[in-house]
Every structure is written in C-alpha cells, then in structure tokens.
C-alpha cells in the first residue's frame, strides 16, 4: 500500500521562498511527481524525480531522497499566482506502474 | 482533442438516479486514468484503460460504479443508484503511454457530481 504524507495548508509572502514537504511510506516506488492545482480546476504537472537530487524549472525545483521517503518542492519568487493546491503523488512500480498515488494535497496561500 | 475534456461540467442529481460521465482524452492517447476528488481528501484512484481494456478496476467502490471505453478514445464513468456518499469532483486524465515520464498525467477539469 501507499501512505502519503503533506502539511494541509501553508501561507507563504509574495517575493519569498516556500518548501512544501511531502513524506511517503511505499511498499514499491517508481517515481515521484508534484502537480498544481487552482480551485476549481484540472490539476497540472509540475515536476518528476525518480532519482536522489534536485530537479531545478524556473521558479518551482524539487528534491527526492529514495532512502528517507521524502521529497520536497521549492517555490521561489512567490507570485499571487502561485496560490493552488500542490498535490506530491508517488508512482508504484511493477504491476501498478501505471497507477500514481495522491496526496491530500497542500494548500498554499500567498498573501501580500 | 487539445486538451482532456470532460462533461458535464457540473451534475446535480437526486438519490437513487443513475448518472454517465463522460471523459474524451487527448487525440492519439492510449492510456484513460478516473481519478475521484471529495473534499478534504486526496486523490482517489478509481479505473484505468490502455485502449479499450481496463486492467485494474480494483479502485471502483463499489458495483454500482462501471465504466467503458470504445474506439480507444471516449470514456463513459457509469454510477447506478447514486448515494450521498458519491458526490465528488470525478477527474479524468490520459497519457501517451503508461505514465510517462515527461509530464505524467494530462488532466481534464473534472465533473463535480452532487447527489441530493
């Protein structure tokens, strides 16, 4: 099975840097994504780590450590736009290779 | 289709009718993923099909819940009977092969059912 793990709401200033944890226990992992969500609407990829290390795009970069079942998003620059859900979701590997496994979700406010 | 598209929009229905979702997914997109969204809750892993077949419906909650896909593209999200209990937003969500690496899931905007 798939447990995972992420703070349910953060507030975070315009300007500043936010890192949105997200913890999983797994029985098998083939990869990590992080996906954006604004009310009300489709959620949208974000980012992919399947292995140790930081991936950088622009503003948002994400961390993954396989040993510690721990990944992190960084968001810089906060912009009003950047207000959303981030949903961390683990892939499983195997016979459930196609299946992701979501978060709650973290709902980020960025206020002025 | 440029994008996953997804209707209705929104679905109000009254307990006990029977509902039809329907997902048409990005044009050339083999795998059809249903995903269930209530609130407070994570996304929940419902149904998934590479072409027409569905591998794994181990999601679905119950019997009264089905789905199919013809042609390899529209989808159709059946709920018999509807309970309270199912009102969510049902999201749908296709790839070009299984999971792909380069962005995942494409999602549609969902259906936000409300059973009254």
């Known amino acids: 099975g798939q447990n995972i793990d992420q703070p349910t709401e953060m507030t975070a200033t315009e300007g500043a840097i936010v890192q949105i944890n997200c913890t999983y226990q797994?029985?098998?992992?083939?990869?990590l994504f992080w996906y954006q969500q604004h009310a009300g609407e489709a959620p949208t990829f974000l980012s992919y780590?399947?292995?140790?290390g930081l991936e950088e795009k622009g503003r948002f970069s994400s961390f993954l450590s396989r040993s510690k079942g721990y990944s992190y998003l960084l968001l810089k620059e906060l912009q009003m736009k950047d207000s959303a859900s981030y949903l961390c979701?683990?892939?499983?590997?195997?016979?459930?290779?196609?299946?992701?496994?979501f978060g709650k979700g973290t709902k980020l406010s960025v206020i002025p | 289709g440029a994008g996953v598209s997804q209707s209705p929009s929104n679905k109000v229905t009254e307990k006990g009718k029977d509902v039809e979702l329907r997902c048409d997914p990005i044009?050339?997109?083999?795998?059809l993923y249903w995903y269930r969204q209530s609130l407070g809750q994570g996304l929940e892993f419902l149904i998934y099909?590479?072409?027409?077949?569905?591998?794994?419906k181990s999601g679905l909650p119950s019997d009264r819940f089905s789905a199919e896909r013809t042609g390899g593209s529209v989808s159709t999200l059946t709920i018999q009977r509807t309970q309270q209990e199912d009102s969510a937003v049902y999201l749908c969500?296709?790839?070009?092969?299984?999971?792909?690496?380069?962005?995942?899931?494409?999602f549609g905007s969902g259906t936000r059912l409300t059973v009254v």
């Open positions: 797994t029985s098998g992992f083939n990869g």
């Open positions: 780590n399947v292995l140790d």
């Open positions: 044009s050339g997109h083999t795998a």
């Open positions: 099909f590479q072409g027409n077949s569905a591998p794994d």
């Open positions: 979701a683990v892939r499983d590997s195997g016979a459930g290779s196609y299946q992701l496994t």
């Open positions: 969500a296709s790839s070009l092969e299984i999971l792909s690496e380069n962005y995942g899931y494409t």
